[in-house]
């Protein structure tokens, strides 16, 4: 009614809240099924809905009768009479099964995702390994030919090293923030050319590229 107090229960709500019939004729409201800590936000949520708010998918912890809580999903409408609203219907859903899913899902997630970070942090060690690898080559050779082939390999293998540690500092595992990409080969490129006379300009918007579209366009940019 106005006043918070139920004066209706079905036989499930008595099941999942613990109470008998004969509870509501002593008097149970409302803020009695929710923990303390937010009955004062149910008590404003009562007052909307009693003003003729319908209140759709609120949650709240919720309070059985033995004091074990769980979290529930509400759902109310207010009750019309001849002279304005005289209560509020509404129906509680129980939804600790799907919290406890949720979770799941998520602590599943949340292990994909170290996963794939530690996967982008391995490849891009062991590229930069190779990398090293064919640059101290490289010195060690005399033919400048010779030296300009393993400087071209090392900086191929470098431009793709350079998106897994993109993607390993990233929070999207699956896209590469191409702008910040381009940026950064091209100033490691004009580092290991050492070519003075050679200006850059970078005219590229804002876009994501998936993994297997930036690797390619990051060779293309390395060989020209």
Same mark, same amino acid.
């Given at each position: 009614?106005?006043?918070?107090?139920?004066?209706?229960?079905?036989?499930?709500?008595?099941?999942?809240?613990?109470?008998?019939?004969?509870?509501?004729?002593?008097?149970?409201?409302?803020?009695?099924?929710?923990?303390?800590?937010?009955?004062?936000?149910?008590?404003?949520? @009562? %007052?909307?809905?009693?003003?003729?708010?319908?209140?759709?998918?609120?949650?709240?912890?919720?309070?059985? $009768?033995?004091?074990?809580?769980?979290?529930?999903?509400?759902?109310?409408?207010?009750?019309?009479?001849?002279?304005?609203?005289?209560?509020?219907?509404?129906?509680?859903?129980?939804?600790? %099964?799907?919290?406890?899913?949720?979770?799941?899902?998520?602590?599943?997630?949340?292990?994909?995702?170290?996963?794939?970070?530690?996967?982008?942090?391995?490849?891009?060690?062991?590229?930069? @390994?190779?990398?090293?690898?064919?640059?101290?080559?490289?010195?060690?050779?005399?033919?400048?030919?010779?030296?300009?082939?393993?400087?071209? !390999?090392?900086?191929?293998?470098? !431009?793709? $090293?350079? @998106?897994?540690?993109?993607?390993?500092? !990233?929070?999207?595992?699956?896209?590469?923030?191409?702008?910040?990409?381009?940026?950064?080969?091209? !100033?490691?490129?004009?580092?290991?050319?050492?070519?003075?006379?050679?200006?850059?300009?970078?005219? @590229?918007?804002?876009?994501?590229?998936?993994?297997?579209?930036?690797?390619?366009?990051?060779?293309?940019?390395?060989?020209?």
């Amino acid at each position: 009614d106005t006043s918070g107090r139920i004066t209706f229960a079905n036989r499930s709500a008595f099941s999942t809240f613990g109470y008998h019939p004969e509870s509501l004729a002593r008097g149970v409201f409302f803020v009695d099924l929710v923990i303390p800590e937010e009955r004062g936000r149910v008590r404003k949520d @009562i %007052e909307r809905a009693i003003g003729g708010e319908d209140l759709l998918g609120y949650e709240y912890m919720m309070l059985r $009768a033995d004091g074990v809580a769980f979290p529930g999903l509400v759902h109310t409408g207010y009750v019309q009479g001849d002279h304005g609203p005289i209560g509020v219907r509404g129906i509680v859903v129980d939804i600790t %099964e799907q919290k406890r899913a949720a979770a799941g899902l998520r602590r599943a997630l949340d292990e994909k995702e170290v996963l794939l970070k530690e996967v982008h942090h391995r490849v891009k060690n062991n590229l930069q @390994i190779i990398s090293s690898l064919l640059n101290l080559q490289a010195d060690a050779l005399n033919d400048p030919r010779d030296r300009a082939l393993f400087k071209e !390999s090392e900086s191929r293998v470098r !431009s793709m $090293a350079l @998106i897994h540690e993109r993607l390993y500092k !990233s929070d999207d595992f699956a896209r590469v923030e191409f702008r910040e990409y381009v940026d950064a080969l091209v !100033s490691s490129l004009f580092i290991s050319y050492q070519r003075p006379e050679i200006t850059s300009e970078v005219d @590229i918007w804002d876009c994501q590229l998936p993994l297997d579209t930036a690797i390619p366009c990051g060779l293309i940019i390395n060989e020209l």
